[in-house]
Each structure stands twice: as structure tokens, then as C-alpha cells.
């Protein structure tokens, strides 16, 4: 329960189709981080637990792979649905858990059931296919299968969709799981959990086991061939840890990291288009997303009239805790998070930058931030190589499409970049030369279903949603048929 507000979530670990308390009896604080107040206990899970999480989910994938599409696609459907009936509870448990505005919370139910549904549709659509054969009497056919037991590791700044995302094309696909969520939302991942179970999924199809022992935890699955395929969606450093740990049983890789995402706004821009995209594209879950517009680049001959557009909208955010209506912003998800932003706040100023909004800390109780607008940012200070992960806008100035690119390009990351232009032409010189896996051309918001996301160099490997969201759970398998003969016998 919730000053006032009544949300429903289990509290134990899901394994094999059960309820269970931690093996070790351990339980695990969940804190609200705009009250800072602890808000439930859940089960603490132990490497004991990962591996009967494992025994459970391998158990499953015998009978699970064999499944046939149609069956796998009406399991989904009613998860989409009983997601939706639920659409209230997991928007709250969100606000609650993570400390997003309530109707950011209840965008992400949107979002994180878009997946279950479109995977529920795309399980029909795992199409193998036939070659022709060097020699006639022989024939190459195509099949895929599902690629085995899958580990699922999210964070918290997006508790639900990042983890239907996963689960929902790996059961399309055929494949069983066992999930880490992060170890500050997981109530969400386990409301989830509950409602596929309901919506008739076999015992041990996901298995969720919560834990603040998330690198003993995953180390049990990276060191059981029986894992097949390692997904993960989180930091850099941690991935590229999961990375050369699933080198030693060769286990497949889904990477979605972090991000540096710059903004290019060009002086031929319809202004107020990029305004509005700009506010969504920096302060959605107070500006801890992975796309998140880090580096706003202006066309020197606009910069002006640009940082005077966004003062004012800035300055017209409501901070303060999910539950209130009108708030736009929450709070960080933790200390160490609002010591991040404010340390990138502190060394642009230090460095030269101006303050045009914002730029403290809030007293009282809760991570918050005032959302903060830089001017005069420059390429010696923090904010431009590394992710705030916070509300904050940090202003450059460029004078050509060429040092535009350039700047938005020199970084390690390629995850989302924004565009924006009114010259068609520019639109795709630009788009082309963009080193991303996601360019948002005129729109702050490019996440979707349907469109393949993901990032080039340190943002990651692979691509979640689409059609590429489900191949990356299938294992590619050729027959190639001898003897069939030419024309018919007799
Ligand atoms: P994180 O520290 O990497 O944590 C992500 C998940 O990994 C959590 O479940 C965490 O568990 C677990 N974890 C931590 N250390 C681990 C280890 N050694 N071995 C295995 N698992 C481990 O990242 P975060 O701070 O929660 O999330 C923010 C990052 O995610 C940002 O960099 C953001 O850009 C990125 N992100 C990327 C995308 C994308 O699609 N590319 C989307 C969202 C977020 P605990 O919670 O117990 O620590």
C-alpha cells in the first residue's frame, strides 16, 4: 500500500509456476524514491534460487519449443489483454516503485503491452524458407527454431516495457525464461509475472527471481550451457562484463546500453515542433532514459531565440511526486543518481556554461532535481561524453551541417540521435551520416513496437522489436535434402 493509493503485487519469487520466499529468507527493500520511504519487502533470491529458477525454466522449454505458433500467439493475446484489464495497478505500482508521473507510468503500460501484442502477432510469422540447390535432385529448406532457455536481465528506469520487450517475443519464439529484474522496481516485473500466469502460461514458461545479488545471480546463468541466449538492457559497463562472461558457453547476446543521444536542431527547424519534441525527448522519466536527449545542438544563428523558447518551457515544468496531478518530473531514482546530475551540473558551470533554468537539488525528502537549462556548453565538460541520465538541457552551439555531425558522432555511443529540419534533402545527407541505430527526424519520440531499436558501437548488439525483435530468439537451421529426385517416378 501507498499514502492513500492501494497497488497489488506479489512479493515473492516465481519459479516454476509458485510463489516462493528467497531460499536464504532474505527479503529486499523496495523504496519510493519521492518519499524515500521503503514501500514493500520482496524475496531476496540467492544463486540457490537462480539455479532452481534455471532447473525449472530448462524443464519447461522441453514442452514449450514444441508448442505450435498459434497456441504460443493466444497465450500472448490474453497476457496483452489481462495487461491492459491491469492497466491501473501497473501504473501505480511504477509511480510508486520508480517515481514516474502517473500518466508517464500509465504511457508506459501503453508501451510495455504494445510489445505482447505485436509479438503475440509476429509468433505466426517466424517464416523459414527454401534455397535453390547447387544440383537438382537436392533441396535446401530453412527452419527456425527457438534458440533455448533465456536470461533476462532489465533496469528500473522503465520496469515494465523493458522486460515485455524480451519476455513476449521469447515466447513467441518458443523459447522459456528466467528474469533478474532491477532490484529497485521489482514489484512491476512481478505483477507481470502474475498476470501471464493467469493468462494460462505452463508452469516455469518465466521465472522471476529478485534479488540485490544481481551479478551472483546472473553469474549461475552465464555458467549453465543450458542458457542459451543472454538479454540484457542496462549500463555499458555491466554489458560488456555479461558479454565476455557468455564467451564461455558461447551464449547468443542481446545488448541494449547506454546512450549520448545528441539533438540537431538546424536554423530552417520549425521551432516549436522541436520544443515539443525536446521536452518529451529529455524529461520522459526525468530524463533517465537511454534516448534521452543529452547534447542539444543548435545552429549558432537560432541558439538565441532557441535558449529564450526553452527557458520559459522549462521554467514552466511542475516537479514533485508521481501521485499529484500536473507533475511533470519526478524525482531521481536514488541518491547516487541526483549526485550524477548534479556533478554534471557543477562541472559545465565550472567550465563555463551559463545557468538559464534550474540547476539545484530540492530540499526535503525524494531525489529531486529542478530541471535545468545550460547555455555555452562546450566539448571539455562532462555532459557531453557522458549520460546525465536527469532533466537536464545542455545547449551548443555549431555552424555547419558537417561540425554538427561531427560533434553528434564523436562519442562512444550510438544509440538514439534527433533531427531537426524542414529541408528534406539535409533530413537524409544527415539521417545517413548519423552513427545511430535510432534517428528521430522531426519526432522526440521514435520508440515503438513495431520498428527494430537498438545501437551501433558501445550502445549495444541486436535490435529489440520488430521483426528483428523475435529473430533474435530463434536459432537458424538448414536441411539441405539429398536424393529427391528430379521429375516424378514412374
Ligand atoms: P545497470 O546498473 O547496468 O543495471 C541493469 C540491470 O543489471 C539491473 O537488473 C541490475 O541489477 C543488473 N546488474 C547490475 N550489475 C550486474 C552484474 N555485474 N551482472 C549482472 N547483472 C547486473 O543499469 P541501470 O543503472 O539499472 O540502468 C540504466 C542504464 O540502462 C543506462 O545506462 C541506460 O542508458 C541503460 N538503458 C538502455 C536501454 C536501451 O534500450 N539501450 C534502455 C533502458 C536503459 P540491480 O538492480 O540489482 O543492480
Redesign the pocket.
Known amino acids: 500500500m501507498s499514502q492513500g493509493s492501494e497497488w497489488m503485487a506479489p512479493t515473492r519469487l516465481l519459479i516454476g509456476g509458485r510463489w516462493v520466499d528467497a531460499q536464504e529468507g532474505e527479503r529486499l527493500a523496495v523504496e519510493d524514491p519521492s518519499r524515500q520511504e521503503e514501500i514493500a519487502r520482496v524475496a531476496d533470491g540467492t544463486p540457490g534460487d537462480a539455479r532452481a529458477a534455471l532447473e525449472a525454466a530448462a524443464q519447461a522449454f522441453e514442452t514449450w519449443r514444441l508448442s505450435g505458433a498459434y497456441e504460443r500467439s493466444r497465450l500472448l493475446r490474453r497476457w496483452y489483454e489481462l495487461v491492459e484489464r491491469d492497466r491501473k495497478n501497473l501504473a501505480l505500482l511504477m509511480t510508486v516503485e520508480n517515481g514516474k508521473p502517473l500518466a508517464e507510468a500509465d504511457a508506459e503500460v501503453t508501451y510495455a503491452a504494445s510489445f505482447i501484442e505485436w509479438f503475440a502477432e509476429e509468433a505466426k510469422r517466424a517464416y523459414g524458407r527454401t534455397i535453390a540447390a547447387t544440383r537438382p535432385e537436392k533441396r535446401i529448406v530453412v527452419l527456425r527454431q527457438p534458440v533455448g532457455v533465456v536470461a533476462a ?6 520496469p515494465a516495457a ?1 522486460i515485455t520487450r524480451k519476455v513476449a517475443p521469447a515466447i513467441a519464439a518458443g523459447c522459456s525464461v528466467v528474469l ?6 521489482p514489484l512491476t516485473a512481478l505483477r507481470l509475472g502474475e498476470l501471464l500466469q493467469e493468462a494460462g502460461a505452463p508452469d516455469g514458461l518465466l521465472n522471476i527471481v529478485t ?5 551472483a ?3 549461475v546463468w552465464l555458467d549453465d550451457a543450458r542458457v542459451r541466449k543472454i538479454t ?8 560488456k ?2 558479454m565476455q ?1 557468455a564467451a564461455g558457453n558461447m551464449q547468443r547476446l542481446s ?5 549520448q543521444a545528441p539533438f540537431l536542431v538546424f536554423a530552417d527547424a520549425d521551432l516549436e515542433v522541436a520544443l515539443d519534441a525536446l521536452m518529451v525527448a529529455k524529461f520522459r522519466n526525468g530524463g ?5 536527449a543529452n547534447r542539444v545542438l543548435v545552429e549558432e544563428s537560432i541558439v538565441d531565440e532557441f535558449l529564450a523558447l526553452a527557458s520559459e518551457r522549462v521554467a514552466g515544468l511542475r516537479v514533485g511526486q508521481g501521485l499529484d496531478p500536473g507533475v511533470a518530473v519526478g524525482p531521481m ?1 536514488d541518491a547516487a ?1 541526483r549526485e550524477k546530475v548534479l556533478e554534471h551540473i557543477e562541472d559545465a558551470l565550472a567550465h563555463g556554461a551559463r545557468l538559464r533554468a534550474g540547476g539545484h537539488a530540492l530540499g526535503g525528502a525524494g531525489y529531486f532535481v529542478e530541471p535545468t537549462l545550460l547555455a555555452g556548453v562546450g566539448l571539455d565538460m562532462k555532459i557531453m561524453h557522458e ?1 546525465t ?1 536527469g532533466p537536464v538541457i545542455a545547449v551548443s552551439s555549431f555552424r555547419t551541417e558537417k561540425e554538427a555531425v561531427e560533434t553528434a558522432n564523436a562519442t562512444e555511443f550510438g ?1 538514439a540521435a534527433y533531427l531537426f529540419t524542414r529541408d528534406g534533402a539535409r533530413a537524409w545527407r544527415v539521417a545517413e551520416a548519423l552513427e545511430y541505430g535510432v534517428i528521430g527526424l522531426n519526432d522526440g519520440l521514435p520508440s515503438t513496437s513495431q520498428a527494430p ?3 551501433f558501437k558501445e ?2 548488439l541486436g535490435r ?1 522489436g520488430a521483426q528483428e525483435g523475435l529473430d533474435g530468439f530463434l536459432e537458424t537451421k538448414y536441411v539441405s535434402w539429398g536424393a529427391v529426385g528430379v521429375g516424378l517416378q514412374g
Open positions: 536481465i532489465t533496469p528500473w528506469n522503465f523493458m533478474k529484474p532491477a532490484s529497485q522496481t534479488s540485490s545479488h544481481a551479478r545471480v546472473a553469474d540484457f538492457t542496462g549500463s555499458t559497463g555491466v554489458g562484463h555479461l562472461r545488448l541494449e546500453l547506454g546512450g533517465q532514459s537511454c534516448i534521452a531514482i543518481g549520460e541520465f544509440l531499436f537498438g545501437g550502445s549495444g529489440e
